[in-house]
């Protein structure tokens, strides 16, 4: 067990049950970010919450990021905190980075230098990519964030493909509805062109990157918006990842992280377009123009509708792929796929639900009257 802030301690399964050491520490609140919880007996005599989570890439933990933040510090203001996993290393001090992050207003990379001081920390891959994700959005969890949304429909893509979305289909995964919440209040929206009916916002579009192939695979873990992620002052700008899916820890595995064990396995080439940290070179993306190529920076598509699902689609893509319809009229708008499509662009987009640009209208909301 190691103190990492005055009170905070990140520990393994063993740590959880020592009393001794708990009540010598003035320990209250016991965190556990596992699979199985501690027993009922034990976890009693304590004020106890348990997230379950996997020590897999694409196990979320940055979905359960406030709950657990709130936990410690409730634990914090009384006594200390023990938060834990199997081995403590991997998904407790994930949720622990988060936490300094958040609270101290600190970077990931001075969050891990902070508790490599006291404890050696291995984190697998996707909880990096999470790390990242929290901190291009400020250290806080925006759920309106673009980069946030696609993160959330990745993971909810990856359960829909292996039949165990379960309860996951809810409204917290789901966009508005503007016929519901009010499209007054959006800067666009469209609507159905045959009916009229108002769709969803403009703020539901999800924007995606001309690309050619599998170079196209640009999403929330592009480079473009996740920048400084080397946990030492080696100039990471130097790390050539044009030629492979390297993800950070392969960066890193270049760098003198002698201090901190962040060893992790590769990603499955199979699954690169999901969860896992799929990290390129956008410098040295090939974009053509005519027969010319160019390595430049490449441009959002402007070819095709992706968007994210809307309430009123719940219970018509609970399939892995389908049609989308109007709620309406029950024109054909698109189609959705789970496993994700090729748009003309080049780019594969995942999940994929695409609508024809030619069965809708965009619209902007006519501005209040000024009263006098």
């Known amino acids: 067990m190691s103190e990492i802030l005055q009170g905070l301690y990140i520990g393994d399964q063993r740590d959880a049950y020592d009393d001794d050491f ?3 520490n003035k320990i209250t609140h ?5 699979m199985t919880p501690i027993t009922k007996d034990h976890a009693c005599n304590y004020a106890y919450k348990f997230v379950y989570a996997r020590d897999m890439d694409d196990q979320d933990l940055l979905g359960y990021f406030q709950e657990c933040f709130d936990f410690i510090e409730e634990g914090l203001g009384i006594g200390g905190v023990l938060v834990h996993c199997f081995a403590g290393s991997s998904r407790s001090a994930t949720i622990v980075l988060g936490y300094i992050m958040h609270k101290q207003g600190l970077s990931l990379r001075e969050a891990v230098g902070l508790i490599k001081k006291h404890r050696k920390i291995r984190p697998n891959d996707g909880f990096i990519s999470q790390l990242q994700l929290f901190e291009l959005m400020d250290r806080k969890i925006d759920t309106q964030h673009e980069q946030y949304k696609q993160y959330r429909l990745e993971n909810l893509a990856l359960k829909m493909q292996r039949g165990s979305h ?3 289909m809810d409204g917290c995964s789901l966009g508005d509805d503007p016929l519901l919440s009010g499209s007054a209040n959006s800067k666009c929206f469209y609507k159905c062109r045959k009916c009229r009916r108002p769709l969803f916002k403009g703020s539901a579009l999800l924007t995606h990157y001309e690309g050619k192939g599998q170079i196209a695979f640009l999403n929330w873990k592009t480079p473009q918006t996740i920048n400084d992620t080397s946990f030492d002052d080696t100039d990471t700008s130097k790390v050539d ?3 492979s899916d390297d993800t950070l820890s392969s960066a890193i595995s270049k760098l003198d992280t002698s201090d901190v064990d962040m060893s992790v396995s590769q990603p499955d080439e199979k699954n690169n377009a999901n969860i896992k940290n799929v990290i390129k070179d956008t410098s040295k993306i090939d974009t053509r123009v005519g027969d010319t190529c160019t390595a430049t920076t490449p441009m959002p598509c402007t070819r095709s509708l992706f968007i994210e699902p809307i309430k009123w689609m719940e219970n018509e893509i609970s399939e892995i792929e389908g049609k989308i319809m109007c709620p309406k009229c029950s024109a054909k708008l698109g189609s959705f796929k789970w496993m994700g499509e090729r748009c003309p662009c080049g780019t594969w987009v995942t999940p994929a639900f695409h609508i024809n640009a030619g069965k809708v209208d965009r619209a902007v909301p ?7």
């Not at 016991?30 to 596992?34: D, K, N, S, Y």
């Open 22 to 24: 708990l009540k010598t």
């Open 30 to 34: 016991i965190l556990t970010i596992e």
């Open 166 to 168: 379960g309860d996951t």
């Open 241 to 243: 990842t044009s030629n």
């Open 366 to 372: 006519r501005p209040k009257p000024v009263a006098r």
